[in-house]
């Protein structure tokens, strides 16, 4: 049985930070892309974070570009998503995702909450 488990979302004032968890289990993770999602109450599903099973090589939109960081441990199964310098437009709920480099089967997390508010 595959799952994917979020951890570390919260409450936070703006310009403060958060870390993000996610360990997946149930397949090979050294095969599996990572992403990180999030929506926003009242809007679209956003990609903020991805990370190659190959090379580790990182990409961001401009929107959280110099402010998040995804990092994978492939020997603990987990990734994780550095957020720094937050606003309160990065409010969300954020999703962790698995990616088959190949077959492109994917799972998805129950997603956690991220607030950041004075």
């Known amino acids: 049985q595959v799952q994917v488990v979020e951890s570390g979302g919260g409450l936070v004032q703006p310009g403060g930070s958060l870390r993000l968890s996610c360990v997946v289990s149930?397949?090979?993770?050294?095969?599996?892309?990572m992403r990180w999602h999030r929506q926003a109450s009242g809007k679209e599903r956003e990609l903020v974070a991805t990370?190659?099973?190959?090379?580790?090589?990182?990409n961001y939109p401009d929107s959280v570009k110099g402010r998040f960081t995804i990092s994978r441990s492939n020997a603990r199964n987990m990734v994780y998503l550095q957020m720094n310098s937050l606003e309160p437009e990065d409010t969300a709920v954020y999703y962790c995702?698995?990616?088959?480099?190949?077959?492109?089967?994917?799972?998805w997390g129950q997603g956690t909450q991220v607030t950041v508010s004075s």
């Open positions: 990370i190659s099973s190959t090379t580790g090589s990182a």
């Open positions: 995702n698995a990616v088959h480099q190949f077959t492109g089967d994917n799972f």
């Open positions: 149930g397949v090979p993770f050294r095969l599996y892309d």
